[in-house]
């Protein structure tokens, strides 16, 4: 009861923040927030690629949270890992560093650079192009012109939206429909093992993350504190 106590204490605030992401989860509010998790995980495919000696043509959004990522060369088995898994470990990394650290505007400001980049040079279609335009447009005036307090609380709920939707995604499109032609179906016919067992796998991996994330991101308090807006 104590340990209880001590964790609601230190961590209070974000367990409202939590509590308010879900109770807007199937409203229109947090449909921005979900579109920005599936361009990351866009974006974790190109850098995959990228990173594994390839070339990305395009890179696509769509308003119903599809997305893709079209490209040439590359290791297979990395990019097509990369999209749940990546898009995770940036949503990981923007809370821990917004928790623990206080390069909150100069976090905000690289991830603004790097949408509006990756929409400047990847992306062909126009509903793309805007919401990536527009989200690291916004995300570098938030870092320009907003209290650092506020550039916290915005890095926290993009982690925490992260952490949130894609363990929910990868069950939804890998495990629950694994007749889909997602990652996971694309990853069992090119290296074999059914669909299941990439997605079960990913699942246990986006799982296993979280846990480490909530176990050692934390600290003692994750709360919000006066004078940190300076």
Known sequence: MRRAGAFLAGHWHLLALVVVIFALWRTPVV????LLVVFLHEVSHALATLLTGGSVESLTLSPDQGGMVISRGGNRFVTLSAGYLGSLLIGVALFVIAVRT?????LLAFLGALLLAVSLIYVRDLFA??????????????ARYLPRDACDLVLRVIGLASMIYV???IFSDTIARAHLQSDAWM????FGGPT????G????ISLGVIALCLRYGLGASSNFRRGQST
Do not use: N, S
């Open 201 to 204: 796998l990913w699942l246990v």
């Open 31 to 34: 449909m921005p927030l979900k």
């Open 187 to 190: 990853l069992a016919q090119e």
């Open 196 to 199: 299941l067992f990439w997605g």
């Open 102 to 106: 206080h390069l909150d505007r100069a």
């Open 167 to 169: 363990p929910y995604d």
């Open 129 to 142: 192009l805007a919401f990536g335009i527009a989200t690291g447009a916004a995300m570098l005036a938030a």
